[in-house]
Each structure stands twice: as C-alpha cells, then as structure tokens.
C-alpha cells in the first residue's frame, strides 16, 4: 500500500500565497518523479509542476514565476509554493508520484485525493 497525504490548500485573496505539501509513504522503493496537477471544474487535470530525484524541474507555463515545486528526498515529501496567485487557478490540486513498488518492483504512477485551492476576493 502507497500513502499519499496532501495538505495546505484553502481560500485565498488574489495575489496571495499557498504552500501544498505532499507526504509519500507505504510500500516504496523508489520515487522518481513528484508532482502536482491540477483540475478546475469543467477541465481536464493539467500539470502544473512536476520534479525529479536529481532536482529538475518541469513547470506549466501558466505558472512559470509564480510556483516554485520541491522536495525532499529522504523524506519523500514534495512541496508547491504557490505565489501571486490569480483566481484562474482555482482548482483541486493532486499529488502524484511516478515511483517503484518496493514489494513487486513494478514501476508506476500514485495519485493523492486532491486538495482545493481557491483564489477569490
């Protein structure tokens, strides 16, 4: 069993900021990549920042200046500082890993229950 535990989303002012954080836990080996979507209602779930072991990063263009994703990786954790946010990114933010399962070896994708975010004056 995989565990992934997603906190920090909430109502915020625009141009305020958020921190997600996102804790993996539970039968894995390895993570190789840490990320976050996102889904607002009436769209398909986006990227919005993803990140590797070695620290490369990967962000969604919308965001590029405002996000900043990290990691810790002897903590499996993964973070999205979010800043100068804007009411178009209103939506539910997943956390997911691309990971090794440490009992079958297998290799595959993990995906937490969502946290909303809400920018709205």
């Known amino acids: 069993q995989v565990q992934l535990v997603e906190s920090g989303g909430g109502l915020v002012q625009p141009g305020g900021s958020l921190r997600l954080s996102c804790a993996a836990s539970?039968?894995?080996?390895?993570?190789?990549?840490m990320g976050w979507y996102r889904q607002a209602p009436g769209n398909q779930r986006e990227l919005v920042a993803t990140?590797?072991?070695?620290?490369?990063?990967n962000y969604a263009d919308s965001v590029k200046g405002r996000f900043t994703i990290s990691r810790d990786n002897a903590k499996n954790t993964v973070n999205l500082q979010m800043n100068s946010l804007k009411p178009e990114d209103t939506a539910v933010y997943y956390c997911?890993?691309?990971?090794?399962?440490?009992?079958?070896?297998?290799?595959?994708?993990?995906w937490g229950q969502g946290t909303q975010v809400t920018v709205s004056s």
């Open positions: 997911t890993i691309d990971y090794r399962n440490l009992l079958t070896f297998v290799r595959g994708d993990y």
């Open positions: 539970g039968m894995i080996s390895n993570i190789y990549v």
């Open positions: 990140i590797t072991s070695g620290g490369s990063t």
